[in-house]
């Protein structure tokens, strides 16, 4: 049987107790890295006689065939990432393809995991989600993968580097328009941190303060969330602001940059300001 074993992503009191008792009845751990795995075995005080392999991107297809013949042979093998729950962003769904190929059981001890962690504190709704990965590392590709989730009506989970917050934030605003971000950082860690504002409050702030440290993931609400969530109130408030210095036109497309409301339904707000407050510029060729 392969067991599929979550670990801390922060808190080693959050080993599960099953995890113990895997590890103790193993034969092999195959390890995402060995030197961590150690690391948590000695850090938790759990013992085991298994002999602990790597297991991961760059060996995964010269490990597995070992793996496949010591299960088997009924070889107790277990998998584990370096933090967290393995596959998830992590190495290991090759291996279990194989196994359920092979008619090898699979089961699973559950635990830590940082998207669903995020996702339970922000406050977002999690009726429905999208897990993303990891933002890609080059621009281009990062604001490609954010406009084809754009229209997506449900919470979009992603993670980051820190380090590249502030690039990724401002294509967030880019790609999503005004809605509800929030920054998990440090989850199940001494510095755990919820940040919960509009994307663009996040992004100006990060262009001027320093990226913030240690491992972060960022959620932006779906993309009816916000709409529904922005009353006409609001949005009278916003258009009486820009019909003071903005055509009907201009305005009714910087209001729905920000709240990304209806533009028809902005555009009909927009005439009822505009009767109790004349614009300047003529937008007669204002239409939705
Ligand atoms: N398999 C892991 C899991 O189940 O959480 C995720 C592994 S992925 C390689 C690592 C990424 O997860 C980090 O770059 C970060 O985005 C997120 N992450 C991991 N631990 C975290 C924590 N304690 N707080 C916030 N984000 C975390």
């Known amino acids: 049987m392969l067991?599929?074993?979550?670990?801390?992503?922060?808190?080693?009191?959050?080993?599960?107790?099953?995890?113990?008792?895997?590890?103790?009845?193993?034969d092999i751990i195959a390890c995402e890295d060995t030197r961590q795995t150690r690391k948590l075995l000695s850090l938790t005080g759990t013992l085991t006689k298994a002999q602990l392999l790597p297991y991961h991107d760059h060996?995964?297809?010269?490990?597995?065939?070992?793996?496949?013949?010591?299960?088997?042979?009924?070889?107790?093998?277990?998998?584990?990432?370096?933090?967290?729950t393995p596959l998830i962003s992590d190495p290991g769904y090759k291996l279990v393809a194989a196994c359920h190929e092979g008619g090898i059981i699979v089961t699973s001890i559950p635990g830590p995991t940082a998207p669903i962690i995020a996702l339970t504190m922000s406050g977002l709704p999690s009726d429905k989600f999208a897990f993303q990965g990891f933002v890609p590392a080059k621009k281009s590709a990062a604001a490609q993968a954010l406009e084809a989730s754009a229209q997506l009506d449900m919470t979009q989970i992603w993670f980051e580097s820190a380090r590249r917050l502030p690039t990724t934030l401002d294509l967030m605003l880019q790609a999503y328009g005004e809605r509800l971000c929030v920054i998990a950082r440090e989850l199940t860690k001494l510095h755990e941190e919820i940040e919960r504002a509009p994307l663009t409050v996040l992004a100006e702030k990060y262009q001027t303060a320093p990226p913030p440290r240690g491992e972060i993931v960022i959620l932006v609400e779906g993309a009816s969330a916000f709409h529904h969530a922005v009353s006409d109130d609001a949005i009278i408030a916003l258009l009486s602001d820009a019909l003071e210095t903005h055509s009907v036109r201009d305005a009714v497309q910087q209001v729905e940059a920000l709240t990304g409301a209806k533009k028809r339904h902005i555009y009909q707000l927009a005439l009822t300001v505009q009767q109790k407050q004349p614009t300047p510029p003529d937008d007669s060729a204002a239409s939705d």
């Open 3 to 26: 067991t599929i074993v979550a670990t801390p992503i922060g808190n080693l009191l959050d080993l599960p107790q099953r995890a113990v008792q895997a590890f103790a009845e193993a």
């Open 59 to 84: 060996n995964g297809a010269k490990m597995r065939p070992k793996l496949l013949t010591a299960l088997s042979n009924g070889k107790k093998v277990v998998l584990v990432s370096d933090a967290g």
